[in-house]
């Protein structure tokens, strides 16, 4: 059974940072792609960030660029997303996702929740003002 656990969600103030992790287990496959997704009160699951094993290739959504990076040690089965100069925005529940292997080479459209097969429960960032 395929199982992603996220965690370093926390309260921080505007400008400061977290590292968020997403440890997975069960999932055997070498070719895969990690999508992060956040989910504010009210609003639409987005993605955010997505990682490609094949060659570390990365996606971003535009409102997260220069700040957000995702990046996946394999060997520990975990990826994670650093995420600095938080903003009250950036507020939300935030998980992340595993497909693989992948039907394509990533491209945006892997910042598509469909794309994914499995999903974590999620963990809380809220950001302070």
């Known amino acids: 059974e395929v199982q992603l656990v996220e965690s370093g969600g926390d309260l921080v103030q505007a400008g400061g940072s977290l590292r968020l992790s997403c440890a997975r287990s069960?999932?055997?496959?070498?070719?895969?792609?990690i999508g992060w997704f956040r989910q504010a009160p009210g609003k639409e699951r987005e993605g955010i960030a997505c990682i490609s094993s094949r060659d570390g290739s990365t996606i971003y959504k535009e409102s997260v660029k220069g700040r957000f990076t995702i990046s996946d040690d394999n060997a520990k089965n975990t990826a994670y997303l650093q995420m600095n100069s938080l903003k009250p925005e950036d507020t939300a529940v935030y998980f992340c996702?595993?497909?693989?292997?992948?039907?394509?080479?990533?491209?945006?459209?892997?910042?598509?929740?469909?794309?994914?097969?499995?999903w974590g429960q999620g963990t809380q960032v809220t950001v302070a003002s």
């Open positions: 996702a595993a497909i693989g292997p992948p039907v394509t080479n990533i491209g945006s459209h892997y910042l598509w929740s469909y794309e994914y097969d499995y």
């Open positions: 069960g999932f055997t496959f070498d070719d895969y792609v």
